[in-house]
């Protein structure tokens, strides 16, 4: 119930495209839906998160959309840039819940963006 | 501002040798830590985390350890290494203000040989 799982694991996407990523979740008393960016060699950065009380959150070029029904959610990447090019994790933990501490990190998923 | 270091950034170590990474956070206290590793292409595999000094929870049993001597200092270490510990080692510190981010090190790259 604590999983979260991620799709694809690995997506080619040409210049100008746009990429899609989805994660699914199965626990409810998640509240808190994080991305991060991982360039090889480097620690993962948080790219953008959601609370489930809004569908959708638009930081530049990435957007969320939040699914709170169906349990999912997906970060889009419009006008993909070969600087994308990197794994992405979705994640869910519980905010402020002080005997629950891990986030939750799906498998990551491989971008290539080609020229 | 806070800052995450760890060290070393890059080891290579024969089989059965022991091991000591550690890593710092400075900028804030009574963090929440946190060790992954991440082996070559793959996700994150929590190892070990801690709410306070001298109290951790092991996520997956192996021949690794960790302690947390002080607030802001985390060490991972093993008695003898194995070819399987090989990976890249992160260490992250968790920020529990309503964004609930996790900020992570820039990692150490483990090579046992």
């Known amino acids: 119930q604590q999983q979260v799982k991620q799709s694809p694991q690995s997506l080619i996407v040409q210049k100008g495209g746009i990429s899609i990523i989805n994660c699914a979740y199965e626990?409810?008393?998640?509240?808190?839906f994080p991305w991060y960016q991982q360039f090889p060699g480097k620690g993962p950065a948080l790219l953008i998160a959601i609370r489930p009380d809004v569908s959708e959150k638009k930081e530049g070029r990435f957007t969320i959309s939040f699914n709170k029904s169906a349990k999912q959610f997906s970060l889009h990447i419009m006008d993909s840039q070969p600087g994308d090019s990197a794994t992405y994790f979705c994640?869910?933990?519980?905010?402020?819940?002080?005997?629950?501490?891990?986030?939750?990190f799906g498998p990551g998923t491989s971008l290539s963006v080609i020229p | 501002s806070q800052t995450i270091h760890q060290w070393p950034a890059t080891l290579v170590q024969p089989v059965g040798s022991p091991l000591s990474l550690e890593c710092t956070v400075e900028g804030t206290s009574n963090p929440n830590l946190y060790w992954y590793r991440q082996a070559a292409g793959r996700g994150l595999q929590l190892l070990f985390y801690s709410v306070g000094i001298g109290q951790i929870s092991s996520e997956v049993p192996q021949n690794l350890s960790a302690s947390r001597p002080q607030d802001r200092q985390f060490i991972l270490s093993s008695k003898k290494l194995l070819l399987s510990d090989s990976g890249f080692y992160l260490c992250a510190w968790r920020k529990i203000d309503g964004t609930d981010t996790q900020y992570f090190g820039p990692g150490t790259r483990l090579t046992v040989l």
């Open positions: 626990n409810t008393a998640f509240d808190y």
């Open positions: 994640a869910a933990s519980i905010l402020n819940e002080g005997s629950y501490d891990k986030v939750i």
